[in-house]
């Protein structure tokens, strides 16, 4: 029998089995949460089973005539598992949270509930995944007992490597291309393929198996050895993935590629003890192994701290491209090999050696199956500990120092046992352990410093880290810079605060503000809320600032978090005393399901999209589950980030969303966020003014430079009608749990520095395209009083449209304000030539100026006072001396200014056709003019028509403004247009 065509199916089975429990785990976290002990219960049921499975055939391995055809038989029933898994997972886990829960009420049944459901979905599975190495090795060493050591080494070797492969091409293919229902039904037939394959060639196979003698003396031993070893592994595992996340971001990507290295890692160490595992004595060598594991996982804390350096230069030096991104990811894994690599090396030499050892010491063919079910035993023990004690408790460098611990102990025991002197090797390991604990310490600063989004560490090493913890989900900083004391988790900000009584409020501040008083305003009866997400607490504080509220509830994943936060008072001080709020610790999801508790308010304010885990509270099958908390005509309020991001990813959360809710409107709190305000019931006309009359709130506001309804208004983005033929346009699926589009490509995104903040830009185009398209809003006027437009840019444009009014139309010139250069030059200009009659007729620029001077008064300013502008160059004695065509166009300027739809229309189409010459800047102004009045009186067709004759030459085609007029006109056909003319 040919052994070589057996590590050829193994590696086939590590790379399904490797999918298997990439997958499994996301399906079992959109159920059980992401909390810490949702994760700790996934690994536990999929090692348990996998323990489970070996442990069994370490009991009846040598009682089957062929090892090889049980283990077609596992591989073939792991197979029709998966292809039956995700309608049995979500019909079942859609009963629990729609009856099974609600009727159990309390959490501790709920969780119970979650647990057992979990186990009876991948448990049975898990347990045949667990017999597989078992019953491969067990077909191999009776084919070859002289080579038992090498065979298992093999074994190890194509397992591990072919599970690197399966978690890269899962992570970065499979699921993108098929979704994980899709990702599960190709590991399906993998399978089945391999089942058939070693069924054929296992046929008639009939080996003597190899029978256990006596016990040997060291069975005891090295079964421990396997426990705990296998619990420092993981302890290695968490500490390195937590500390790497805070150099290569905590993105989903980024957690497969330091699990590929990992376990790229492993394999390599059974590689490479393949040639000496036969020939040497195996508790000798493995002795050294282990001492030299311990040791190689010590240095880790020095390289990982140059590792921070090394991400900077690469930062500075990749592009932000697709092949930039690749880099970047190659990078990564190179940046996570020189952490892990000596360390895992040494653990994959561990058990092939720890299994050849019992086996030559009388444990027989069973001696695979013991050591494979202790190992994976202490490997469910240190994921325990790891997160729930080490962590929080020793922190990150306390946890990799105790799993270096444990592994020199067991050498030094394993050294002692052999008879070796132990003088050298224990002052070895006493000096690099206290070296480490006592000389050395991860640098705070670089760890708050973001380098994987920004690379540069120079503005985190003035920052004075006021709190520095390792939580058991995330590692949690607060850090006070030099404008504003920032959140940080794993290294990137989850929002900042100028802590100051006075100066300039960032977007942070005023999105976590808004966030709160938006909704209020909305639904200023509401009573309860619930917020997803403390953050700084500044959402909750100003929610507890209305009196109307009687109840906020806050649910946070990470109880650091939330401590971090109190760092924050007294700007949040709300958040912690008012005795109408309270803080939950636990996930979303499943915080909904165990207590059924229903709200008038849901915000959820969860961290950005890219951060592994996240993306799940932006699908449609979280909103299901959200949607029954709400009362009748309850808000949900989905926060959302333009910054590092692709519209394409807005649309699709939007389409997610709308898939659930019938109505929505989309407020931009910032010129970088986006809120998303959902119900059942039709959403009010505009927000209330009544939150100003709450004196609380209403300081809150003005510290954000929010006075006035108006205020509250310029932030309308627009209504579900008007922003879905725009989500059309891009041709994208809605985001989902089993198809997450987002978590697939928003760390891409925000590598590539990509924007949607033109979505904001709807409302600050030349055209008021919104008022045209959505006349009945009311148009309360903006106030202009503060410069700066505290990250808002529709404020600064209200300023300036103020002042460009009042430069040309009243008698005493307005005060002087910061004015861009080139518009008061375009405004100089069309007052001197038109307004005031001067030279009129002289051929210069005076036309482009009044373009330039129309888009800044029009759009911003209420019908009468922008019509001023125009009524007075229409009368002005000159005005009949002008070319005709420049009539036309101030005619036109003032068609806008007055909302008159038919005579935007009828002037920008006939310019359009008359105007072959004209600058693309202003052709873009005559087709987004004549294609809103079009669709305003709605003539589709005529629009249409406009957009095929003209709209191939426009240079902002392919922007938000004009896909949303475009696909207004039909939406049927635009979203192929649109990739057409993007290809």
């Known amino acids: 029998m040919s052994r070589g065509a057996f590590y050829v199916l193994f590696t086939a089975s590590g790379f399904a089995g490797l999918i298997y429990e990439s997958i499994w785990t996301q399906y079992l976290r959109l159920f059980l949460g992401h909390a810490a002990y949702a994760q700790s219960l996934v690994l536990a049921v999929f090692m348990g089973g996998m323990a489970l499975g070996a442990g069994w055939c370490a009991r009846r391995s040598e009682r089957l005539k062929n090892p090889l055809v049980a283990y077609a038989v596992a591989e073939a029933l792991v197979g029709l598992a998966a292809l039956g898994f995700h309608p049995l997972f979500a019909g079942a886990t859609d009963w629990a949270f729609e009856r099974l829960l609600p009727a159990l009420g309390g959490e501790w049944l709920s969780l119970g509930a979650k647990l057992a459901l979990a186990c009876l979905l991948i448990l049975p599975q898990s347990v045949l995944l667990g017999m597989t190495f078992p019953l491969m090795s067990a077909g191999l060493a009776r084919a070859a007992p002289s080579a038992l050591g090498n065979s298992l080494a093999m074994l190890y070797f194509t397992n591990s490597i072919g599970g690197a492969a399966g978690v890269l091409a899962s992570g970065f293919f499979l699921v993108d291309a098929l979704g994980l229902p899709g990702t599960l039904q190709v590991a399906g037939v993998l399978n089945l393929g391999i089942a058939a394959t070693v069924g054929v060639l296992a046929r008639g196979v009939r080996e003597v198996p190899l029978a256990a003698a006596a016990r040997g003396s060291a069975a005891g031993l090295l079964l421990a050895v396997a426990f705990f070893t296998g619990a420092a592994s993981f302890f290695y595992e968490i500490g390195w993935i937590r500390m790497l996340s805070l150099v290569l971001g905590a993105s989903t990507h980024s957690f497969e590629l330091m699990l590929a290295t990992f376990i790229g890692g492993l394999a390599l160490g059974g590689l490479a003890v393949r040639g000496r595992i036969d020939g040497a004595e195996p508790l000798r060598l493995l002795a050294g192994v282990q001492v030299a594991m311990g040791l190689a996982a010590l240095a880790t804390l020095p390289v990982y701290d140059a590792s921070f350096s090394l991400m900077e230069a690469l930062m500075q030096g990749l592009a932000r491209s697709e092949n930039g991104y690749r880099l970047f990811n190659l990078s990564g894994a190179a940046i996570a090999a020189l952490v892990m690599l000596p360390a895992t090396f040494c653990a994959g030499m561990t058990l092939p050696l720890l299994t050849a050892a019992l086996a030559r010491g009388g444990g027989g063919e069973r001696a695979i199956g013991r050591v494979y079910a202790a190992n994976t035993f202490g490997a469910i023990a240190g994921v325990i500990v790891a997160v729930h004690v080490g962590l929080p408790a020793l922190g990150l460098k306390g946890t990799l120092a105790a799993g270096a611990a444990i592994d020199m102990a067991l050498g030094l025991v394993l050294l002692r046992h052999g008879g070796a002197r132990l003088a050298w090797p224990a002052a070895l390991c006493a000096v690099a352990l206290g070296a480490v604990s006592f000389g050395f310490e991860l640098d705070a600063n670089k760890m708050t410093s973001g380098v994987f989004r920004h690379g540069e560490l120079a503005s985190s090493r003035e920052a004075q880290v006021l709190f520095n913890r390792d939580g058991k989900t995330a590692t949690v900083h607060l850090v006070r810079y030099a404008d504003a004391t920032s959140l940080r988790t ?22 976590m503000v808004l966030t709160a008083a938006i909704p209020l305003a909305l639904r200023p009866e509401a009573r309860s809320a619930a917020v997803i997400g403390i953050g700084t607490g500044l959402t909750t504080h100003t929610l507890l600032q209305s009196f109307a509220l009687e109840r906020v509830e806050t649910i946070e994943i990470e109880r650091t978090m939330a401590e971090a936060a109190r760092g924050f008072a007294p700007r949040n001080s709300n958040a912690f005393a008012d005795p109408r709020g309270q803080i939950l610790i636990d996930d979303a999801k499943s915080f909904f399901s165990a207590h059924g508790r229903r709200y008038d308010l849901i915000i959820s304010e969860p961290s950005n999209p890219w951060v592994s885990g996240v993306s799940s ?51 931009a709190p910032s010129d970088h966020d986006l809120l998303i305000v959902a119900s059942d019931a039709p959403l009010p006309a505009g927000p209330s003014a009544a939150v100003f009359d709450q004196p609380a709130l209403a300081r809150e506001l003005f510290t954000i430079h929010v006075l006035s309804a108006g205020d509250l208004d310029a932030r309308y983005v627009g209504s579900r009608a008007t922003l879905e033929p725009l989500v059309a346009s891009y041709g994208v699926a809605a985001n989902s749990d089993y198809f997450p589009l987002l978590d697939l490509n928003a760390a891409r995104s925000r590598f590539m520095e990509q924007s949607a903040s033109e979505l904001v830009a709807l409302g600050t185009q030349g055209v008021p395209l919104l008022e045209m398209l959505e006349p009945s809003r009311p148009a309360r006027p903006v106030n202009p009083l503060f410069e700066g ?32 250069t080139q518009l008061e030059k375009d405004l100089e200009l069309f007052k001197l030539r038109v307004l005031e009659c001067r030279e009129p007729a002289r051929y210069d620029v005076w036309l482009h100026s009044a373009l330039r001077a129309a888009q800044v008064i029009n759009p911003f300013l209420a019908r009468d006072d922008a019509r001023a502008v125009w009524l007075r160059a229409l009368r002005a004695p000159c005005f009949g001396t002008l070319q005709g065509y420049q009539r036309e166009w ?47 009186r709605g003539e589709r067709d005529a629009a249409l028509e406009l957009w095929q004759r003209h709209g191939t030459r426009a240079r902002l085609a392919g922007t938000p403004a004009f896909r949303l007029l475009r696909c207004h006109a039909r939406v049927a056909d635009c979203a192929q247009e649109f990739a057409q003319a993007a290809r």
Do not use: C
């Open 789 to 820: 437009a505290y990250a808002f840019e529709r404020v600064n444009h209200a300023r300036l449209a103020w002042y460009a009014r009042n430069l040309l139309v009243n008698a005493v010139p307005p005060a002087p304000q910061a004015v861009p």
């Open 890 to 936: 101030l005619q036109l300027f003032d068609a806008v200014a007055a909302r008159d739809a038919a005579r935007m229309a009828e002037l920008a189409a006939l310019l359009l056709e008359t105007q072959i010459d004209a600058s693309r800047e202003a052709r873009d102004y005559l087709l987004a003019a004549a294609l809103a009045g079009r669709l305003a």
């Open 490 to 511: 794993n290294g990137k900000s989850d929002g900042s605060i100028n802590m100051a009584p006075a100066g300039e409020r960032g977007s942070d501040e005023i999105t």
């Open 617 to 667: 509270l932006f699908t449609r099958e979280f909103y299901r589950r959200v949607r029954p908390h709400l009362e009748p005509r309850g808000l949900l309020v989905q926060w959302f980030q333009l910054y590092e991001i692709e519209p394409a990813l807005v649309a699709s959360v939007l389409r997610a969303l709308g898939e659930v809710f019938p109505h929505y409107a989309v407020y």
